[in-house]
């Protein structure tokens, strides 16, 4: 499977924003992408007035995914992209989109709010309290996880119980001491301890680092951007991914599961 990770820098102004999404995905296709993973707040980012994002959410039938999965149209490529929906009481979800062929393949709502290091995104968001996601993508089982996500290895384990060959991982990765050493860190780890492909996409601009990466099964860095706009590139290869679990057969090894119940909001928010 041919994977792309895609960053730019996202503004206040959605249509803007799609402009540069369509923009990737063309370039994705022409590359003959199977697979090509956008950032977290691919819709819009307000980042000195955060809570405005509830302005501008939309609807999975709205004309952010409408426009993206048209796009899609005729073509091979997956796009799992990052906006923000309505949350029917003054909130958001914070949720990833997968299109293909013109439309709405699955998507899922953000678990893990980014509430460290002097951020409360629970002030603005409503966490997503279903199931890990897996979808199929060009014959391959793809997890789906946000940004914050990755600090939490039980939720990468549950996408590897599900069956999961490759982690989609779109960000918007703030910067501050040490966070780039952080992304690297637990990108890798995730794809290594679960012996599968990470496509992480970071979204670049005057907050965020960018440093989007594709990550081996046996946590090679395969390709990575900096700081600027662009695409990454990868190939996800079957036999490797076998050969890696048969080396690594830490998935048959392991003595403990993990609980898939999720603790009710009321106990952290």
């Given at each position: 499977m041919r994977i792309a990770v895609g960053q730019?820098?996202?503004?206040?102004?959605?249509?803007?924003?799609?402009?540069?999404?369509?923009?990737?995905?063309?370039?994705?296709?022409?590359?003959?992408?199977?697979l090509l993973v956008l950032p977290e707040d691919s819709l819009a980012l307000f980042i000195d007035e955060p809570a405005r994002i509830a302005e501008v959410a939309q609807p999975l039938d709205g004309p952010f995914v409408t426009a993206l999965a048209e796009r899609t149209a005729g073509t091979s490529v997956t796009v799992v992209a990052g906006l923000h929906e309505p949350a029917?009481?003054?909130?958001?979800?914070?949720?990833?989109?997968?299109?293909?062929?013109?439309?709405?393949?699955?998507?899922?709502?953000?678990?893990?709010?980014?509430?460290?290091?002097?951020?409360?995104?629970?002030?603005?968001?409503?966490?997503?309290?279903?199931?890990?996601?897996?979808?199929?993508c060009a014959g391959w089982a793809v997890g789906l996880m946000t940004c914050y996500d990755v600090r939490f290895p039980e939720i990468a384990r549950l996408l590897a119980d599900r069956g999961a060959e490759v982690i989609a991982l779109p960000a918007a990765w703030v910067r501050g001491p040490a966070k780039e050493r952080h992304w690297e860190v637990m990108t890798v780890a995730r794809a290594l301890e679960n012996t599968c492909y990470v496509a992480a996409s970071g979204e670049c601009g005057r907050r965020n680092i960018g440093a989007s990466m594709i990550v081996d099964p046996l946590g090679t860095v395969r390709a990575r951007l900096a700081d600027a706009p662009g695409l990454a590139w990868a190939t996800a290869d079957?036999?490797?991914?076998?050969?890696?679990?048969?080396?690594?057969?830490?998935?048959?090894?392991?003595?403990?599961?993990?609980?898939?119940?999720?603790?009710?909001?009321?106990?952290?928010?």
């Open positions: 730019f820098a996202a503004t206040e102004d959605w249509p803007a924003n799609l402009k540069s999404c369509l923009a990737l995905v063309d370039q994705a296709v022409a590359g003959g992408a199977d029917g009481d003054g909130k958001v979800f914070n949720t990833l989109v997968a299109v293909r062929d013109g439309a709405l393949v699955t998507s899922y709502r953000k678990i893990h709010l980014y509430d460290a290091f002097g951020s409360r995104e629970s002030d603005r968001v409503r966490p997503g309290d279903g199931e890990p996601v897996v979808f199929d079957r036999e490797e991914l076998g050969e890696a679990r048969r080396r690594l057969p830490v998935l048959a090894n392991r003595r403990f599961a993990v609980d898939p119940a999720i603790r009710p909001l009321e106990e952290w928010c």
